[in-house]
């Protein structure tokens, strides 16, 4: 058996998606955040001269701190623009002399509202603590170990560090590093140095007056006990009354098990800036983008007259050309963006009226494909729309992924979100008896009452999601 080799030519037919530079910009500029965005549009700055931020009062001479939608921009422009029609056209001075910002996002924030003007100003867990030990009465011996325990505390306040590495550390004693580290457990916070856990309790007890004998036994031996609420094991033992030990429970779930936290780590995130505002009328819900979360752009000037005066330099003319595209689909981008996310949050505020209305209790489950049927756009665009986006409402900032999950089937036979079911969950818990808690049972029981056809092991898993206790470790004696 032989084979041929050789060449052949053929002609044949494919259809497939070519990716360009511009489009694969627009889908990135989609999926940002506005940090995100922010920095890719500072990039764009540093690397097209031809693009330039709009001043500030300017945009804020026109704008409000939020801009709403118009009805022009309700019904974006679907047809691909002629650039180079628009180019030469823009560069024509107007009837009025100023410069033509069709397609050109509008300054929004009269007052510069940019991340890098915030200053950190919170107090971080160490500065708290070092502001104190200075007037303590400590030798200079101590007060330095005193401050290396300090700054190797972590971040809720625990010393991961035994005394016997600090001692070789420092080149001291064992015992100045314990007299420096009951100091520095003294201070505000109680609790602050402690080692695990239960150390801290007792710290914060012995500092509230109320360290007794039963209270260390209780956090020492029983802890685990208490958290399973075994409280007539816990009496037994001690052979103190079940309500004695319920009340010294009470008690030590109001301390602080991470005194750390309540400082700043200098690392989390400080601001969320909603991008939609919807705000209820008389007519209905006004859908608003909030303008400070779009970065506003326009064209140079100056570099609008040079590529005017630029008509024998081919070179130059083209070179000037390239850049001011760029500068129009940028700018084109951002604002389809814009557009996009504003048709997505309309969507769901039509399907999620309920919510809006009434609250999270009556949130109806919505998937993706349900907004990319309502505006004829893929799934992925809707992904990319709500990735990182927040909506201010009268209930609060929501991520727009909030208002999309699964759920149950009420008895009308339409379909009820599981965070709809979790607030239903909580008002049960809320309003059950405590000496007598209700089972996951008769929650699956109470919820029927309420029309949801729901699994007692699907109230579980909701239960455990809101970190709600099982019903025996509800219960009060």
Not at 171 to 198: H, I, K
Request: glycine fraction near 6%.
């Amino acid at each position: 058996m032989s084979m041929k080799l050789g060449y052949d030519l053929t002609i044949e037919q494919t259809q497939k998606l070519v990716m360009t530079p511009e489009l694969i910009q627009a889908i990135k500029i989609l999926q940002f955040n506005i940090q995100e965005l922010d920095g890719y549009v500072q990039d764009q700055l540093l690397t097209n001269p031809v693009l330039e931020s709009e001043p500030d009062h300017e945009a804020g001479e026109r704008d409000g701190d939020a801009e709403e939608v118009s009805a022009e921009t309700k019904g974006p422009d679907r047809s691909e623009p002629d650039w180079e029609e628009y180019i030469r056209g823009s560069y024509e001075e107007g009837r009025d002399g100023q410069w033509d910002r069709q397609w050109i996002e509008r300054q929004d924030d009269a007052e510069g509202d940019f991340f890098e003007r915030y200053v950190d100003n919170d107090l971080t867990l160490p500065e708290h603590l070092l502001f104190q030990l200075q007037f303590a009465d400590l030798s200079e011996e101590k007060q330095r170990v005193g401050k290396y325990i300090i700054e190797s505390l972590d971040k809720n306040g625990y010393l991961t560090s035994t005394a016997g590495e600090i001692s070789s550390t420092l080149n001291v004693p064992e015992e100045t590093v314990d007299e420096a580290l009951q100091v520095v457990q003294s201070l505000d916070p109680l609790g602050v140095g402690a080692r695990d856990l239960r150390e801290c309790l007792l710290i914060q007890l012995r500092g509230l007056g109320l360290l007794t004998e039963e209270f260390r036994l209780v956090v020492t031996e029983h802890l685990e006990d208490l958290a399973g609420n075994r409280l007539t094991q816990i009496a037994r033992e001690l052979g103190i009354s079940v309500e004695e030990v319920q009340r010294m429970g009470d008690v030590i779930r109001t301390l602080e098990p991470k005194p750390g936290r309540q400082f700043s780590a200098g690392d989390e995130t400080k601001y969320i800036i909603p991008d939609i505002i919807v705000e209820r009328t008389e007519d209905g819900y006004a859908i608003t983008v909030n303008s400070s979360s779009t970065p506003h752009l326009r064209v140079s000037s100056y570099y609008r007259d040079l590529l005017h005066r630029a008509g024998g330099d081919d070179q130059l003319s083209s070179y000037l050309s390239e850049r001011v595209n760029a500068a129009l689909w940028l700018i084109r981008s951002i604002d389809q963006r814009k557009q996009t996310i504003y048709n997505v949050a309309e969507a769901i505020v039509r399907h999620q009226k309920a919510f809006f209305d009434n609250g999270s209790k009556y949130m109806k489950t919505l998937t993706l494909k349900d907004i990319a049927e309502d505006l004829g756009i893929h799934e992925s665009t809707v992904s990319r729309s709500i990735n990182g986006k927040y909506l201010q409402c009268s209930h609060g900032v929501f991520e727009l992924r909030h208002f999309f999950s699964a759920g149950v089937r009420a008895g009308s036979g339409e379909g009820v979100s599981s965070n709809s079911v979790k607030e239903f969950i909580k008002e049960i818990v809320e309003s059950e008896d405590p000496k007598k808690p209700y089972s996951d049972q008769a929650m699956v029981a109470k919820l029927a009452e309420k029309g949801f056809e729901i699994s007692r092991r699907t109230v579980a898993k909701y239960r455990d999601e809101l970190n709600i206790p099982s019903s025996s470790r509800r219960k009060r004696y």
